[in-house]
């Protein structure tokens, strides 16, 4: 599949995102504000590590994967002349799973992921019913009614 990974991610109102970028002008660090891009995006969530939840410690890549990460930033940054980069479905797939590390709490950005690789979602979002409140879910039964009067 091919994307146009400088293509900017947009916020909940349409508006471009933007990052940090900090480079040396004459010897001196300058920041200024740059367009948060597709490319950013896949790039931050493929290099993103697991923290083992125990040690603490952040995952050990395997060879494999390490390899896989390269692979894909090479493809990320070789562009043809319309900014895109030739993903394949798996390349594609394991770029949503490393998301859900590197954006596990940004659903803004892991949404946007989502929709450049799966497209938009159209469907409605259904909330579950709320549960009866306390109250309303134990209502005491209605007393007896009193026997009547001379009914023996």
């Known amino acids: 599949m091919k994307i146009n990974v400088l293509t900017p991610l947009k916020d909940y109102s349409g508006k471009n995102l933007t990052t940090k970028e900090t480079n040396m002008v004459d010897g001196k660090p300058v920041t200024t504000d740059k367009e948060f891009t597709i490319r950013d995006a896949f790039e931050n969530a ?4 697991k923290t083992d939840p125990t040690t603490k410690q952040p995952e050990l890549l395997t060879t494999e994967v ?5 692979q ?10 319309s900014h895109e980069a030739d ?3 798996t390349e594609l797939a394991f770029i949503k799973d490393r998301a859900d590390i590197g954006y596990a709490n940004n659903p803004l950005v892991y949404g946007r992921i989502c929709e450049v690789i799966e497209g938009p979602q159209t469907e409605e979002v259904k909330l579950p019913k709320p549960a009866p409140a306390a109250a309303e879910a134990q209502t005491p039964p209605a007393p007896a009614a009193a026997p009547e009067k001379g009914a023996n």
């Open 66 to 70: 390490r390899n896989k990460i390269y």
């Open 87 to 89: 993903l394949s479905v």
């Open 72 to 81: 894909i930033n090479l493809k990320l940054y070789a562009l043809n002349s």
């Open 46 to 49: 493929i290099n993103s590590l």
